[in-house]
Structure formats: C-alpha cells, structure tokens
C-alpha cells in the first residue's frame, strides 16, 4: 500500500476492564480495550487524557456526591459522566441524564422533582422526578450553567440536605445520590456576571474535572477518527479501511472548534459519500481544504501553472459575511446555509471579527 493511497493509523486505547489486542498496518501492536461503561468508548492515546481518566476513576471510587465536569461542547463530557457511574459502587443503580438547556423552564422543575396528584391544572397522577427516579444512583445534570436562578436554590437544598419535596408535596423525600453537573461554559464567569448562584458552584466545584478540547490533544484525532471509520463501517455495512494520508492531514490541520463530535460527523458524512477503500479529502466536509490542495487545484485548473486566488482565509470571511446577511443574521440559519455546525460557525465568526 502506498502513502497515496493511504495508510491505517494504530487503533486507540478505550476505557474498560477487557484488554485485546489489535494489529495495525505496521504489524505493531496497539492496545483496544472494549468498553463496558458507554455506548461510545473513550479515546485515550493523549498524555492530557489518560490523566483525565485516570483521576476520573479515582473520583468515581470516592464517595464524593458532587462532581463538577467543565469543557467545551462536544468534548465528551457525557461519556466521562458515564465512566464515573459505572466504575463506582452505584454501577448497579440507575444513571439518569437531564439536559437542562433543553428542555424549557415551565417545565424542567416537574422534569427534576415529579409532582403531586393535583399540583396544578394537568397534573391528574403523581409523578416521580429525575432525581428520585435516580436514587442510589446518579444524574448528570448536562449544560447545568443553563437552569433558571429559582431552580439553583432548590438544587442547592438538594445537594446540601440530600432531600427534596415534589411540586404540591408536603412530605420531605430522602435521597442517596450522586449528582454530576457538566458545563460548556466557564462557571467562575456566569458567577461573576450574577447568572449563577456563588454558593451552588462552590457546592458542585467539590470535585472538578476539565475535559481538554480536541485541538489540544491532536494526537487523539488519528486515532478517533479511525474509531468512527469502525464504528460506521457497522453502521452502514461498510468495508473501509482506514484514513488516506490525504484526509489525515486535512484532519490534522483543522482546529476542530466542534470537537470530537464534529469529528465525528465528519467522519460519519464521508463514510456515506466515499467511494474509494479510504476517506479520501474529497469526501469530508468542505472546511477540510488545506492550502497546498488549493494551490494543486489551482494549478490543474490552468494547465499546471498556479495563478492568485483570493487568501482561503480572506474567502471563508465573504462567506461567512454573506450567509449572515442573507439570513438577517441569524446564526443558526446561516450555518445551516453553509453546512457547518453552528459552533463551527460561532468559532469562525469570532476569529475573522464578526461575532
């Protein structure tokens, strides 16, 4: 096989108790070890994450309570959360998920604490809430920077007394559970701005846990995305073998403001578009263009002499100018325009100065 065509990178370390092992291209061996915590298996061939799991584990073991998971959007911090449950003594117990960003505000205090037969106009049942639903176990309570300021207080009671009273209810409801609280967003800030209560984030800030963003760990990029080239190969019945040494330096080039999700849609959109036995360039998402294949096409396009094009970054500007304009500068529906994620777009918008 030659470099052209492509090569297979080493297949990346995953958390679990299994250890196998696997034969990359080279004949070396390279450590896989299958998952037994998440549906999605972590991985780890960074130094900056193996430390991360490797104190995650210790946290899981601990009796701690609270445990605060702060990164970027689509770093992982689910998955952490996930880890951290089943590598704990409440694996058995029940691992619930609240997204409070989702969900809206007249309707999320119901969602956490259930509700009494009566409470308001629709309750016509009782109902149990997340958290109790979640008893013994844990809860990750996901983009928690987002819950309302009334319902900081009452997840401060919970946290601080382990007890709560559903909506209409008079009885105190004990608990034992561990919350996991995760954030995109630097909480130390949404204090100081008064979006979020002091005395909560010192609560959840107990244990505190930073998920490094993918551009910082880009020797985890290789190895990730030929996890998800595995991945969809079952998926989708595909028989892939790998990355090209063309999109490999493309991935290697971009700084992934989406993180290991982006990555993985990447990935996903190529696996349905590629026809060649590797991901090839061609089938990536159109930010994966690296100067040296614009000056090839520029050449190819002129009998094999380069000519000037516009700066690649002076060109991704207009872009970006011109789909905001067109959609009244509504950035979810100009990155749709441009089929980019909408953190991509909110990433690009602020390095050439639009934000």
């Known amino acids: 096989m030659t470099p052209s065509a492509g090569r297979l990178y080493p297949a990346a370390a995953v958390e679990t108790d299994i250890t196998t092992r696997t034969q990359n291209e080279a004949g070396q061996t390279a450590k896989a070890e299958q998952p037994i915590v998440a549906e999605q298996p972590i991985v780890k061939e960074s130094q900056a994450m193996r430390k991360v799991l490797r104190f995650a584990r210790r946290v899981a073991e601990s009796e701690a309570t609270t445990i605060l998971l702060e990164g970027e959007s689509g770093t992982g911090k689910d998955l952490v959360a996930q880890l951290i449950h089943h590598q704990s003594r409440r694996r058995a117990e029940p691992f619930i998920a609240i997204n409070c960003a989702a969900i809206p505000e007249t309707l999320l205090e119901s969602e956490l604490f259930g509700y009494e037969k009566g409470a308001f106009t629709d309750a016509r049942t009782q109902k149990r809430g997340v958290l109790e639903l979640a008893h013994r176990g844990t809860v990750l309570l996901d983009e928690v920077g987002e819950l309302p300021r009334v319902l900081q207080t009452k997840l401060l009671r919970v946290l601080e007394e382990q007890s709560f009273r559903r909506l209409g209810g008079l009885q105190e409801i004990q608990l034992d559970l561990r919350v996991v609280a995760a954030s995109n967003k630097n909480l130390r800030y949404a ?40 991945h969809f190969n079952r998926r989708f019945n595909r028989q892939l073998d790998g990355i090209s040494s063309g999109a490999a330096e493309v991935l290697l080039a971009h700084n992934w403001p989406g993180n290991v999700r982006e990555l993985r849609n990447a990935i996903e959109r190529a696996m349905i578009l590629e026809d060649s036995r590797f991901v090839t360039p061609g089938s990536l998402p159109p930010f994966a263009t690296t100067s040296s294949e614009m000056e090839g096409l520029s050449a190819e396009n002129n009998g094999g002499e380069s000519c000037a094009l516009t700066p690649l970054r002076e060109s991704e500007r207009n872009l970006l100018q011109q789909a905001i304009e067109r959609t009244d500068g509504n950035q979810t529906q100009a990155a749709k325009l441009l089929q980019i994620t909408r953190d991509t777009m909110r990433y690009k918008l602020k390095k050439h100065g639009l934000s």
């Not at 100081?192 to 993918?214: H, K, M």
Request: hydrophobic residues 50%; proline residues 8%.
């Open 191 to 230: 204090v100081a701005a008064g979006d979020f209560r002091q005395d909560l984030y010192f609560r959840l800030n107990v244990i505190s846990i930073t998920i490094p963003a993918l551009r910082d760990r880009p020797v985890d990029i290789l190895p990730l995305a030929n996890f998800f080239v595995e």
